[in-house]
């Protein structure tokens, strides 16, 4: 019989119980409930309201049953339907009387929200790391091609010159925002609800903070009611995941079209590349393809906690049973590309002669040569004509600007003189962009050195959050 039979006259159909049961998702918890259940035991024994001698039986035994787990000689009964149940059935068969007093004091809604919240602390923690791996890495690769120039675009159209370590550190800043929404679905996740009980307290004498420490939180939740029922910190984590999800699928999108013959920018390693079954020449970017394809899946995970919480009236309600596993997805999906991302950026080979013949198409040089107007009391407007009809011209004539003579310009305006060609020079083109937050080669020295300062205070972030139960894995 199940622990809350005693009201029961019957059983639970076959169908319904496993219909009900959340073992299959929550056993991947266990870790965190085990550890849960130790501080409130000790907790429990703290406060006399049960014998020392109890507590520590209840810890022995709880010690062995994770060691079971972690060697893959637990056997899980779907009969148990949690890993609450299952872990507290087991220790009550193994240490008797003693384990029937672990549950003083507490209910399953304030233990699957302890556990909830532990798991989510310790998935942040994991995906902050994962997280500055891959813009260490996109740091490393920018700093290897200092000098690079990559043609710019709008509108997938040729726009203006940047540098592409330039371009490379957009993602590294939409990554570092990233680690700041992780960071705030941390410090969300990081209060306790263990000692509220079902909804409303509890009668015994306990010590919730002295518990909460014990389990690393380093606050408790101040309101029963909402202790049991809130989901926002999941909410946050599903946020940050989704935003970075949607920035891992950007890169991966350039990444497609780099490596196409078209662009040929970059070359990706064999490790992270895949051919065709029919076509032997192929080198295909399937892993780019598979981080953009699995963000839907990441977007869907975060849809499916907010409709599942958008009616639910106070306190605990089944529903809330549906909230782990689509977290757990998301993080493991965003765990594995994370580090496919670090691998393919890593290992690819980037083609600079090939990005350096691309800035030659496309007039890249034609807002340089309308500002050379301007500087010459030209206004903006009237400067931006002339050039608009010297592309033209380059396009009736199939060449570029750099190849039209020197009597055209002259003839399209009398301010132009010879030094325009330093204004057709695609590396004085990017090097006059040297305003703060440019690509010119200093503005992107100076910014290097936000992005190191940025390093060291995210790393020191990460070593200052409060302590997190690692998840387990299954064997």
């Known amino acids: 019989m199940a622990l809350w039979g005693g009201r029961f006259e019957g059983t639970v159909a076959t169908s319904t119980q496993e219909f009900g ?3 299959p998702v929550d056993k991947y918890l266990y870790k965190q409930d085990i550890a849960a259940s130790k501080a409130h035991a000790a907790m429990l024994a703290k406060q006399r309201i049960i014998s020392l001698e109890d507590a520590e039986a209840i810890t022995a035994g709880l010690s062995a049953i994770e060691a079971d787990i972690e060697a893959g000689s637990f056997a899980f009964d779907i009969n148990d339907e949690d890993i609450h149940m299952a872990v507290e059935s ?10 029937k007093r672990l549950h003083t004091g507490r209910s399953r809604n304030d233990q699957v929200a302890t556990d909830t919240r532990l798991a989510a602390k310790a998935l942040a923690k994991q995906l902050m790391e994962a997280n500055l791996q891959l813009r260490h890495t996109l740091v490393d690769v920018a700093n290897a091609h200092p000098k690079a120039v990559f043609p710019g675009m709008t509108h997938l159209q040729h726009a203006q010159p940047v540098l592409f370590s330039h371009h490379l550190l957009v993602y590294y800043w939409m990554f570092t925002r990233d680690f700041k929404r992780l960071l705030a679905a941390f410090q969300a996740a990081d209060a306790s609800p263990l000692g509220a009980a079902a909804l409303a307290g509890t009668s015994y004498p306990l010590d919730r903070v002295a518990s909460a420490y014990a389990m690393g939180f380093t606050q408790v939740i101040p309101n029963s009611l909402d202790a049991v029922s809130d989901r926002d910190f999941l909410l946050d984590l599903h946020y940050a995941c989704s935003t970075m999800a949607l920035h891992l699928s950007r890169l991966s999108e350039e990444i497609v079209l ?7 920018f970059i070359t990706l390693s064999d490790e992270f590349s895949t051919g065709s079954s029919i076509m032997p020449q192929k080198k295909n970017p399937d892993f780019a393809e ?3 394809g699995k963000t839907g899946r990441v977007y869907g995970n975060l849809l499916q906690l907010f409709v599942t919480c958008k009616g639910l009236p106070l306190a605990y309600n089944k529903d809330l049973q549906e909230d782990k596993e689509g ?13 496919v991302m670090a691998g393919m950026i890593k290992t690819m080979t980037v083609n600079t002669d090939a990005m350096r013949v691309a800035c030659n198409k496309g007039h890249l040089a034609a807002t340089d040569v309308a500002d050379y107007l301007v500087k010459h009391g030209m206004a903006f407007r009237e400067a931006h004509a002339i ?11 199939g060449c570029q600007l750099d190849e039209l003579p020197f009597e055209v310009f002259q003839e399209a305006s009398p301010l132009f003189g010879k030094d325009i060609a330093n204004a057709l020079d695609i590396k004085a083109v990017v090097s006059a962009r040297f305003t703060e937050g ?10 290097m050195k936000l992005v190191c300062s940025s390093l ?3 790393e020191a972030a990460l070593m200052g959050l409060s302590p997190v139960i690692e998840m387990g894995n299954l064997s």
Do not use: N
């Open 21 to 23: 049961a959340s073992l």
């Open 90 to 99: 087991e220790l009550t068969r193994r240490i008797g009387e003693a384990g």
């Open 258 to 264: 780099w490596s196409t013959t078209e662009f040929g």
């Open 290 to 292: 598979l981080i953009r």
């Open 327 to 339: 977290a757990l997805d998301s993080a493991r999906t965003l765990l594995q590309s994370l580090e």
């Open 387 to 397: 050039v608009g009809g010297l592309v033209l011209e380059c396009e009736h004539r």
């Open 438 to 447: 440019g690509t010119a080669p200093a503005a992107v020295r100076e910014q």
């Open 456 to 458: 060291v205070a995210d």
